[in-house]
């Protein structure tokens, strides 16, 4: 009888000690997605990106150029939604173009790698029809 209670004990105790353990691992989990979350903002906060109005094309000024600190190019659109179809991104300078990207549906940001110094602007070209460009943005 003894041997009994003492085995539940035991496995009460180990049922509560897991369920703690599932908790600091929640709770861990959480703590680490709060952080990333925070990273990326406080990433987003240092880039420099083509200023509202400076864009445009068949959809309007949607998309824009954006550098981070160690000048990594990449281009977004302006609210944050993901591309809705495929085409062709390409970097451009005032020679003309200097890398170029397919872009696929469900795409939020196209990378271009890090850039010297320089004049940069972006044109989008959708296989559907239409286009959208960038104003020209100016890393050092």
Known sequence: M???MIRVA???????LVGCVAET???????????????GEARQALETCTPLGSGGGTWGDILTL??????????????????????TMSL?????????TTVYPGARSVYFG???????????????GGEAYTGT???W
């Open 10 to 16: 035991v496995l009460s105790l180990g049922v509560t």
């Open 137 to 139: 943005l100016t890393i």
């Open 92 to 100: 451009n300078i005032w020679i003309g173009e200097i890398l170029s």
């Open 25 to 39: 691992a929640d709770a861990e989990l959480d703590h680490a997605v709060a952080a990333e979350e925070e990273t």
């Open 114 to 128: 890090q850039l010297p110094p320089g004049d940069y602007y972006a044109i989008f070209e959708s296989n559907v």
């Open 2 to 4: 003894l041997h009994s």
């Open 66 to 87: 954006c550098s981070t600190p160690d000048r990594i190019l990449h281009v977004r659109k302006r609210d944050g939604s993901a591309f809705t179809s495929s085409g």
